[in-house]
């Protein structure tokens, strides 16, 4: 069979975790030497290592099969991805690198809203989905491409204003700088080509997403167990956040009692487990959970 051939960023802030999602999948690679292809140890699986820019062209000629990819990537290098012409498919969002691409101007001059931008000159790494937004408001101004520190132009004279990804927003506070408007919500996306695969590649790549989505799943989720007498069950799963219908065993040594058991699909917090306690639970366990087939 033909090896499914997954591009990933070789360093940078997408790189640890793409590699750690692909590991609690249960891939397996010996990538020590960082070269540009390595083969899994476990499956028919190849790694390349590249640089994101570089990733949704890979993925759109078929150089690799499926990539990791932040949206913001896609969107300027392809196209708008939510378009059915567009080559490259989001097949997953993956709940990482998550950022936003915004528009920012400087704290020293009044904005007055969108109609500012007008006749400005903006420096951005991302020209496309800049362009595509000003045309899309009808508002004529300049994208500069600058491909780094793009933060920095507005005080050396090189733009006006600034189109740029914002995590936490110190980088523009630290400039002078404030965000305005949101152009995109981005995060790390898996993504594949309208190409169709060989048929194992494909049952492959099904067995890999279930493997994906049962790893994201349980990445919020915990097993949550308790004892309670059976008097208090309807009451305790009222507390249950987001469960299915928790199971209810009967307690050998004292039958006034069950255990309860239940899949919470997000964090229990210290303050649920204390209502379960008034409610009647004791000896309230919260385990995470690893891994889950639906
Ligand atoms: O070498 P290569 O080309 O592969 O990497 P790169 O330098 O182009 O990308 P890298 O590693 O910096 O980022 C990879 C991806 O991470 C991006 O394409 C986004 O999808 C995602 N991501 C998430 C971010 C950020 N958060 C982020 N904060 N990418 C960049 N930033 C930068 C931003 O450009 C700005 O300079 O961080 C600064 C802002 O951060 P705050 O926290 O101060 O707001
Ligand atoms: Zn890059």
């Not at 759109?60 to 059915?84: A, F, Q, T, W, Y």
């Not at 189109?163 to 898996?190: F, M, Q, Y």
Request: charged share 25%.
């Amino acid at each position: 069979m033909k090896n499914l051939r997954i591009a990933i960023q070789k360093s940078g802030r997408l790189s640890e975790k793409c590699l750690s999602l692909l590991n609690r999948c249960g891939l397996q690679f010996d990538n020590r030497k960082r070269t540009l292809i390595s083969r899994a140890k476990n499956h028919p699986v190849e790694l390349m290592l590249v640089r994101d820019d570089d990733i949704p062209h890979y993925v759109r000629d078929g150089v690799c099969d499926i990539g990791i990819v932040g949206l913001n990537e896609l969107e300027e290098k392809i196209g708008c991805s939510k378009s059915p012409d567009n080559p490259v498919k989001v097949i997953r969002s993956l709940g990482f690198g998550s950022c936003r691409l915004s528009l920012a101007w400087p704290k020293s001059v009044p904005f007055e809203g969108l109609e500012s931008f007008s006749g400005k000159r903006i420096a951005t790494s991302y020209p496309n989905i800049l362009e595509r937004y000003l045309e899309s408001k009808s508002i004529a101004a300049e994208a500069v491409e600058i491909s780094g520190s793009v933060e920095v132009t507005p005080s050396i004279g090189v733009a006006d204003a600034i189109c740029d990804l914002v995590s936490t927003g110190a980088t523009l506070d630290s400039n002078g700088l404030k965000e305005v408007i949101t152009i995109l919500e981005s995060e790390a996306v898996l993504v594949r080509s309208n190409q169709t695969l060989e048929s194992e590649q494909e049952d492959f790549l099904t067995r890999l997403l279930q493997r994906i989505d049962g790893t994201l799943l349980a990445q919020n989720a915990n097993y949550i167990m308790m004892n309670a007498p059976k008097s208090s069950i309807d009451e305790i799963a009222q507390y249950l956040p987001g469960m299915e219908t928790p199971t209810v065993v009967p307690l050998s040594t004292d039958s006034s009692k069950v255990a309860i058991h239940a899949v919470a699909q997000e964090d229990v917090v210290w303050e649920t487990m204390e209502q379960l306690k008034r409610a009647g639970a004791s000896s309230i366990l919260v385990l995470p959970i690893e891994k889950i087939i639906e």
